[in-house]
């Protein structure tokens, strides 16, 4: 309880997790999105025009590709610790990618506009909880 007010003292927002549940959820917010943007800074430079590439980001890029800064060898132990849940998010990412690869092809009727409205619905979700998150904690 000391380090929970102790942290909430400080400003955090506390939330008590089991070990498995902390996994998951940091599997899913952070440890994916580092692996996500390591790799695809990886298969960028891995093309001939890739420099010419990056040099045409624009901020949102830049945002989603910070972390690939990140200390690798940092990661890797990370990735390693809590592989897997990080398997398990790399999975439903897979799902979804392979759902985008299909968005052409009308005969896939799983995937279509509507689907990619309800996943645009989803960013605009996460802003407003974001936004609750910030006003809650201030």
Known sequence: QRAHDLWQR?????????????????AAVSHLPHLLAFGLMQ?????????????MAGPGFRDFSRI???DAKVWRDILLANREEVLHQSAL???????LRLV??????????PHLKSVA?????????MDAIAFNSQ
């Open 10 to 26: 400080l400003g955090s927002r506390v939330v008590q997790l089991t070990a498995n549940e902390h996994d998951a959820a940091f």
């Open 121 to 129: 619905s989803w960013g605009e979700q996460f802003v407003h909880i």
């Open 93 to 99: 990412m897979q799902q979804m990618l392979h759902g």
């Open 104 to 113: 052409g092809r009308p005969l896939v009727p799983s995937f279509n506009a």
């Open 68 to 70: 690939a800064g990140s």
């Open 43 to 55: 298969s960028i430079m891995q093309q001939p025009q890739g420099a010419l590439f990056l040099s």
